[in-house]
C-alpha cells in the first residue's frame, strides 16, 4: 500500500489517499483486529 505507483504523482497520489486511506475503508481493512477470535481457531 505504500509503495503503489499512484503515490508517484499528485493526482495519482490523492486519488489514491482518497480510495484507499478513508475512515470507511481503514475500518473495513483493520476490522479483523478487533473482531478475530484467535482463541477459538484450531491449531
Do not use: C, I, M
Not at 493526482?11 to 470507511?24: I, L, N
Not at 473495513?28 to 491449531?43: C, G, H, I, Q, S
Amino acid at each position: 500500500r505504500f509503495h503503489n505507483p499512484q503515490l508517484a504523482h499528485a493526482e495519482g497520489a490523492a486519488k489514491y489517499v482518497d480510495e484507499q486511506w478513508s475512515e470507511d475503508r481503514v475500518k473495513e481493512r483493520y476490522e479483523w483486529l478487533f473482531e478475530y477470535k484467535a482463541d477459538t481457531v484450531p491449531l
